[in-house]
Structures are given as C-alpha cells and as structure tokens.
Nanobody, 125 residues
Framework: VQLQASGGGLVHPGGSLRLSCAAS????????IGWFRQAPGKDREFVAVVRWNMNMKYYGDSVKGRFTISRGNAKSTVFLQMNSLKAEDSAVYYCAAGPRLISGLIRDERRYTVWGQGTQVTVSS
C-alpha cells in the first residue's frame, strides 16, 4: 500500500504546476485523498482534499480559488492543479489517504494513514 507524489519543480511567481498522486496496492474507494505541505521551519499545512466516493472537495484558505483538486479516471490517481503560484507556496507537498473520513476530521493530518514521499515545489523568480 503506497502513494507516489510527483510533478513538483521550480516555477516563477504567477506560474502553474500540476501535481499527481498515484496509489499502488489499493484504490481510493471509501478514502479521502488529501494534499498537505510543509515549508522549512513551519508546521505541515492542509492544502486540499477530495472525498473520493462523493467527489466533495475542501481547500485551505490560503489556496482557495487558485488550487483545484480533481480525481483521475482510474480510482487510484488524484491531481492538484496549482495556478497563480506565490513564493509562499514553496514547500514539500505530500499526498495522503485517510479511510472514511467525515467532513469534520478531513483537515486533520493525524487521520490520514497512508502518506506519499513528498514532492518539492519552489516558486521563485
């Protein structure tokens, strides 16, 4: 049971990146698939999540309106489209899966049981 995050890189302010999260060994039925990020010296921060079965999506306040989380066609891929990137979006981005999370717990990283290895996003001119 693994998650693989990819798609990070170096981008100028105002640019875009698309991150991917792919599962192996399980599918996303009955899971919430979330993105979290952690910048140096800061706590890990909730970014976005999709509850797979109901396709319900939630976003952190700092990314609302700029980032979009979406499901792939297979039940094992989730994407994070990041637009209008800012320097403060620079961080290691992690995808994570949490089983049967209710809305009230969906931003709590402690509820996620499977984590990917992270992908670095750097926004700089």
């Amino acid at each position: 049971v693994q998650l693989q995050a990819s798609g990070g890189g170096l981008v100028h302010p105002g640019g875009s990146l698309r991150l991917s999260c792919a599962a192996s060994g399980f599918t996303f039925d009955d899971y919430a698939i979330g993105w979290f990020r952690q910048a140096p010296g800061k706590d890990r921060e909730f970014v976005a999540v999709v509850r797979w079965n109901m396709n319900m999506k939630y976003y952190g306040d700092s990314v609302k309106g700029r980032f979009t989380i979406s499901r792939g066609n297979a039940k094992s891929t989730v994407f994070l489209q990041m637009n209008s990137l800012k320097a403060e979006d620079s961080a290691v981005y992690y995808c994570a899966a949490g089983p049967r999370l209710i809305s009230g717990l969906i931003r709590d990283e402690r509820r996620y049981t499977v984590w990917g290895q992270g992908t670095q996003v750097t926004v700089s001119s």
